[in-house]
T-cell receptor, first 111, second 114 residues
Framework: KQEVTQIPAALSVPEGENLVLNCSFT??????LQWFRQDPGKGLTSLLL?????REQTSGRLNASLDKSSGRSTLYIAASQPGDSATYLC??????????FGTGTRLTVIP | DAGVIQSPRHEVTEMGQEVTLRCKPI?????LFWYRQTMMRGLELLIY????????DSGMPEDRFSAKMPNASFSTLKIQPSEPRDSAVYFC????????????FGQGTRLTVV
């Protein structure tokens, strides 16, 4: 059974700190992995998409890595800002169509 | 493109009533997904379509749930009769046929069944 796990469930950091969010998955045969951001009462915004053949993707202050052999991905956020406060979701496409989601990490950046 | 559009944004209904959620995917996208999000279970896939054809509906919780995609630009998720435990946020998402592209999500419909 494919499962996606995110640790920690919640994280609180002071503004300006660099942080790492973790995602692990049970099956290394993945098509891609996507990181989303969800603000309260809002939909999901795609942050980064990593193909199975890639090891990392970068967008601004965000960097996502993928290690298929160990079934892990990390989302690195540099110089965190209060506006980064949200829930971050990791989603894995195992078969190339539907996504399996982790339960998310709720991030709070304290000014 | 305006993105994936869902309506209504909020729905409050009484137990036993029929509820219809609507979704307009991004033009040109071949896949359409319906997800449900609850505090207890997180995001769960209910059903998805490829080129308007339902591919996998194993996530649909009960026969009370049904989904249709009459054309490439419109899909509905219907609950009849609704129950309080159906209260959740329902998301629609779409993506291209190419399996290595992003999924784009709508803003969701928050359903409350009282």
């Amino acid at each position: 059974k494919q499962e996606v796990t995110q640790i920690p469930a919640a994280l609180s950091v002071p503004e300006g700190e660099n942080l790492v969010l973790n995602c692990s998955f049970t099956d290394s045969a993945i098509y891609n992995l996507q990181w989303f951001r969800q603000d309260p009462g809002k939909g999901l915004t795609s942050l980064l998409l990593i193909q199975s053949s890639q090891r990392e993707q970068t967008s601004g202050r965000l960097n996502a890595s993928l290690d298929k052999s160990s079934g892990r991905s990390t989302l690195y956020i540099a110089a965190s800002q209060p506006g980064d406060s949200a829930t971050y979701l990791c989603a894995v496409s195992f078969y190339g169509d539907n996504l399996f989601f982790g339960t998310g990490t709720r991030l709070t950046v304290i000014p | 493109d305006a993105g994936v559009i869902q309506s209504p944004r909020h729905e409050v209904t009484e137990m036993g009533q029929e509820v219809t959620l609507r979704c307009k995917p991004i033009s040109g996208h071949d896949y359409l997904f319906w997800y449900r999000q609850t505090m207890m279970r997180g995001l769960e896939l209910l059903i998805y379509f490829n080129n308007n054809v339902p591919i996998d509906d194993s996530g649909m919780p009960e026969d009370r749930f049904s989904a249709k995609m009459p054309n490439a630009s419109f899909s509905t998720l219907k609950i009849q009769p609704s129950e309080p435990r159906d209260s959740a946020v329902y998301f629609c998402a779409s993506s291209f046929e190419d399996k290595n592209t992003e999924a784009f999500f709508g803003q969701g419909t928050r359903l409350t069944v009282v």
